[in-house]
T-cell receptor, first 114, second 116 residues
Framework: KAGVTQTPRYLIKTRGQQVTLSCSPI?????VSWYQQTPGQGLQFLFE???????NKGNFPGRFSGRQFSNSRSEMNVSTLELGDSALYLC?????????????FGPGTRLTVL | KQEVTQIPAALSVPEGENLVLNCSFT??????LQWFRQDPGKGLTSLLL?????REQTSGRLNASLDKSSGRSTLYIAASQPGDSATYLC???????????????FGKGTKLSVKP
């Protein structure tokens, strides 16, 4: 069974640009969550999608947005990039069938903003 | 507000030693607690998941315990090996709203180095 995949693995952008990251969950998983990891703040929750609906959102500015498609694949978008957006962006999927809500993470996308 | 703390921040041990990593959380209202391993520049690998009604989980040389009332969890690694060197992260899943199961709240991790 394939794991969570994220593309691209590495990105370099300049301030003011926008970027789109993609995540494909484990087959059969319907929940996708996004996290940002930085050396200073650690891992912080961005948002969660289930059945194409955003169900939970972390404390990030509106420049960060996302969506989920009918096949459960998800994208996140960051507009007007700032230097502080440089981070490892991790996607996690879970079955969301109730009970065992173990989350499985992808390898991440390393975003560098110059 | 839920906060997760991991002590120590870094740990260096000789190969073969048994060791314990600590995790504490401030709010006992959690769905579950999950331990992860992260290698440098990589994603997170799930090690153990303990539901809020459970006291411990075991997988191979790993054993994790959960004491919700005191807000503590420990990860025990038996007979450590150089390949165990990584950062170990503890995360609690808090209750959500509007049908959500809630998000994970992470500690800053313990960086483990096992010397041959």
């Amino acid at each position: 069974k394939a794991g969570v995949t994220q593309t691209p693995r590495y990105l370099i952008k300049t301030r003011g640009q926008q970027v789109t990251l993609s995540c494909s969950p484990i087959s059969g998983h319907r929940s996708v969550s996004w996290y940002q990891q930085t050396p200073g703040q650690g891992l912080q929750f961005l948002f969660e999608y289930f059945s194409e609906t955003q169900r939970n959102k972390g404390n990030f500015p509106g420049r960060f947005s996302g969506r989920q498609f009918s096949n459960s694949r998800s994208e996140m978008n960051v507009s007007t990039l700032e230097l502080g957006d440089s981070a490892l962006y991790l996607c996690a999927s879970s079955y969301q069938g109730g009970g065992n809500n173990e989350q499985f993470f992808g390898p991440g996308t390393r975003l560098t903003v110059l | 507000k839920q906060e997760v703390t991991q002590i120590p921040a870094a740990l260096s041990v000789p190969e073969g030693e048994n060791l314990v990593l600590n995790c504490s959380f401030t709010d006992s209202a959690i769905y579950n607690l999950q331990w992860f391993r992260q290698d440098p520049g990589k994603g997170l690998t799930s090690l153990l998941l303990i539901q809020s009604s459970q006291r411990e989980q075991t997988s191979g040389r790993l054993n994790a315990s959960l004491d919700k009332s005191s807000g503590r969890s420990t990860l025990y690694i038996a007979a450590s090996q150089p390949g165990d060197s990584a950062t170990y992260l503890c995360a609690v899943r808090r209750p959500g709203y509007g049908g959500s199961q809630g998000n994970l709240i992470f500690g800053k991790g313990t960086k483990l180095s096992v010397k041959p």
